[in-house]
């Protein structure tokens, strides 16, 4: 989980391309395990939400989402099982509720006809299955099927299952019925047929549960300039002008902003402050394009990665295990007498006698070639020969002849 969740803040940062996020995340397509689409499916969402401004793109990106969901959405089907794990059920509410919004066709259809059988069958859905199949439903139904919903919504008790219904309301794609939606958000009369507390939650489902919907709301508003005196009625604008996705809607806005007729000062105020935040999205969306469409392009890609080099060391000096021997070394016998003899070498009663190179019972002898610092070149003594003892002694005699002939 942390790894998918990692890639999409990197990406989103502007510290690692979307080119190498998608290619990172392309092993979603054999993942069917709850935390990586846990962590996948908020990222994705914000992916989708800023390719919105270029339909061909964000068709290619659903169509990368799609094959990388095959694998989850075959283990965990469209519907739940009687002893189905409760992971795997929680699982199946993000998974299909993400998917049914980005528009998956099998997911589409199994929300449509679990809808369809619970308004006229009567056919529990079980409580997890509600999310995506009340919004499903909406989406791909007309009017009566939101009228039905809405009058289910206005006689449930339970509170949490009330705050499903609303957040679901606003998926709708019939025009009528998000209408009716709207009035209700900025009724004044008292009727509370939505709690205080989920005004929040009808604001932003029935301005953004439906793509088609943000322009719907916006033109609404404007032919009923009435309600942008209230604070529902600003918060709907204020949500709308924030999800604008090209300069033609922009354009639209603009010229009601400064029409004969414009919204109070308040309105606005909104109004513009949305407007500057859908021209920033639009800048991440030009700026970030060319990574999506890179990626687009090539599709999965191997990727090399350079390992860092060994540290640079000096290798270590192999020193042999030093030898001793148990009688000292000498090139002829020892002689002991009471008084030292002299010979071609020096030799003593106490101490062993000594070669060119002498040995000591002391000490270990050292190895047969002197260690010396590896960064310098062991110094080089030439040691004499017969020849060079022949040469010396000759310029000796011919320098002396010279100097007494003088």
């Not at 369809?116 to 299955?129: D, E, L, S, V």
């Not at 679901?168 to 900025?186: D, W, Y």
């Not at 604001?203 to 404007?222: C, D, G, K, P, Q």
Request: negative net charge; aromatic residues 10%; contains cysteine.
């Amino acid at each position: 989980m942390s790894i998918v969740d990692d890639v999409f803040v990197l990406a989103r940062s502007n510290i690692l391309s979307y080119t190498r996020a998608l290619n990172i995340l392309s092993f979603l397509e054999f993942e069917d395990k709850y935390a990586p689409w846990a962590a996948a499916i908020p990222g994705f969402n914000f992916a989708l939400r800023r390719l919105a401004h270029d339909d061909n793109e964000r068709e290619n990106l659903k169509n990368i989402i799609f094959q990388s969901s095959t694998a989850i959405v075959q283990r965990l089907g469209f519907n739940e099982g009687a002893n189905s794990p409760f992971m795997d059920d929680l699982l199946r509410m993000h998974v299909m509720t993400f998917l049914c919004n980005a528009g998956h066709e099998q997911c589409s259809e199994a929300a449509t006809q679990s809808f369809q059988a619970w308004r006229f069958n009567g056919t529990r859905i079980p409580p997890n299955m509600r999310p995506w199949v009340y919004c499903g439903g909406l989406r791909n139904g007309n009017e009566a099927d939101f009228d039905y919903f809405w009058r289910r919504y206005l006689a449930e008790d339970l509170s949490n299952e009330k705050v499903v219904m609303i957040n679901a309301a606003g998926c709708t794609g019939n025009e009528n019925a998000l209408h009716k939606l709207l009035n209700t958000i900025v009724d004044t009369t008292g009727t509370q047929d939505i709690r205080p507390q989920d005004y929040s939650a009808a604001i932003s489902s029935a301005v953004s549960s439906n793509e088609y919907n943000t322009m719907r709301v916006f033109r609404w508003l404007r032919n009923n300039p009435q309600h942008l005196e209230h604070e529902n009625g600003r918060s709907l604008l204020q949500v709308a002008t924030n999800r604008l996705l090209n300069e033609a809607q922009i354009a639209e806005v603009e010229s009601w902003l400064t029409s004969a007729t414009p919204p109070p000062d308040a309105a606005i105020t909104v109004a513009r402050d949305g407007i500057a935040t859908s021209r920033a999205n639009m800048q991440w969306y030009r700026r970030r394009l060319p990574e999506f469409a890179e990626y687009f392009r090539t599709g999965y890609f191997e990727e090399g990665f350079e390992l860092p080099g060994p540290e640079p060391s000096t290798p270590p000096t192999t020193i042999p295990e030093p030898t001793t021997t148990e009688e000292p070394t000498s090139t002829d016998e020892p002689t002991t007498t009471d008084e030292p003899t002299t010979t071609d070498e020096p030799t003593t009663t106490d101490e062993p006698t000594t070669t060119d190179e002498p040995t000591t019972t002391d000490e270990p002898t050292t190895t047969e070639e002197p260690l010396f610092d590896p960064t310098t070149d062991p110094p080089t003594t030439p040691e004499p020969d017969s020849a060079n003892i022949v040469s010396l002694s000759f310029f000796t005699l011919i320098v002396t002849l010279i100097i007494n002939m003088v």
